[in-house]
């Protein structure tokens, strides 16, 4: 009879550890607003631009106490944001189009099916110059920088989660054509503020 009694404990161990580790996937969506700084040689139109951005997310989620989890999460989201600006009295447009982020949640279960989360996160975007002047696009090559957000995941019964989150994203620093990358002064720093309302499912 114990030894019954021990092979079933030692049998539903892994699942009692990883009840409540799971994978989820899902979609959000928000507005960002972009903002660029002004240099020697570049001076904007507008100083930023505020527009919708959409996608999705994929997360692996480890609950270590009852309290906190932590998960891995990717992110691929797209956008059509435009900046204007002038450079030597011609006018170009800097189109960003999409991007991507890689990071860990840090979770605390601040009430029953309540989700506190930080992220931190890698990101990067691309930039694609076209002057006004030429139909010609110019790629100025890829923006590579982090993200930090706060926010909640609510949870329900039914194995789906809703989030709501404010994201800083820094692009790091650009040479926007006609500038050179070797010249500091000039490389434009790209940031931006986003909220986001998504949903994911839990599996």
């Known amino acids: 009879m114990i030894k019954k009694l021990l092979i079933c404990s030692l049998a539903l161990t892994p699942l009692s550890v990883f009840a409540n580790n799971f994978f989820y996937l899902g979609a959000k969506g928000g507005l960002e607003d972009l903002r660029a700084k002004e240099t020697q040689l570049v001076s904007y139109n507008a100083g930023g631009v505020s527009e919708s951005i959409a996608g999705g997310y994929l997360g692996y989620q480890v609950e270590f106490s009852k309290y906190f989890s932590a998960a891995i999460e990717a992110e691929v989201l797209s956008r059509d944001h435009e900046l204007l600006y002038s450079a030597s009295g011609t006018d170009y447009q800097a189109k960003m189009d ?5 990071g860990v949640v840090l ?97």
């Open 98 to 102: 999409g991007a991507t982020s890689v």
């Open 107 to 203: 979770k605390h279960h601040y009430a029953p099916n309540v989700d506190f989360n930080l992220r931190f996160s890698g990101v990067q975007s691309e930039v694609t110059i076209n002057p006004s002047a030429d139909a010609t696009s110019k790629e100025t090559g890829d923006l590579n920088g982090y993200q930090m957000a706060v926010g909640f995941d609510l949870m329900n019964q039914s194995q789906m989660s809703f989030r709501i989150e404010y994201v800083y994203s820094n692009y790091g620093e650009v040479a926007l054509y006609p500038s050179t990358e070797t010249v500091e002064a000039d490389e434009t720093a790209i940031r931006s503020n986003t909220i986001m309302i998504g949903a994911h499912y839990r599996f």
